[in-house]
């Protein structure tokens, strides 16, 4: 049974940064791309941003919030993806969601993993609470 893993959340100060990371367990997991996204009180889950698994490597995608502030990463053999995320504002507090595509998903151009059901696999999330 695949299940994914988040950690990393907890409270930061605006203008402060933190980390998060996700590990996929399960011994047949593979995955066409890992994505985070994000839920803040009273909204609906949106998307962050994507890898998406090329190669030894992988395209990197954001959401308009995310670029210039976050970075993601990840190793495909490993099963793991990574958040760094910059200059927290409190707009960022929300519950952030690790999330899988499966491996026959492929999708090409702009748009692409931005969307809950291109993805099969969720985390159960991990708070980030930007607050003083």
């Known amino acids: 049974q695949v299940q994914l893993g988040e950690s990393g959340g907890g409270l930061v100060q605006p203008g402060g940064s933190a980390s998060l990371s996700c590990a996929a367990s399960?011994?047949?997991?593979?995955?066409?791309?890992m994505g985070w996204f994000r839920q803040a009180p009273g909204k609906q889950r949106e998307f962050v941003a994507v890898?998406?698994?090329?190669?030894?490597?992988?395209?990197?995608y954001y959401a308009d919030s995310a670029k210039g502030r976050f970075t993601i990463s990840g190793n495909n053999a490993e099963n793991t993806v990574y958040l760094r995320m910059n200059s927290l504002g409190s707009a960022d507090t929300a519950v952030y969601y690790c999330?899988?595509?499966?491996?026959?998903?492929?999708?090409?151009?702009?748009?692409?993993?931005?969307?809950?059901?291109?993805?099969?696999?969720w985390g159960q999330g991990t708070q980030v609470t930007v607050s003083s």
């Open positions: 999330a899988a595509a499966p491996p026959t998903y492929t999708c090409e151009g702009s748009g692409c993993y931005d969307e809950e059901y291109e993805y099969d696999y």
């Open positions: 890898i998406v698994w090329s190669g030894s490597g992988g395209r990197t």
């Open positions: 399960g011994r047949t997991f593979k995955s066409s791309a």
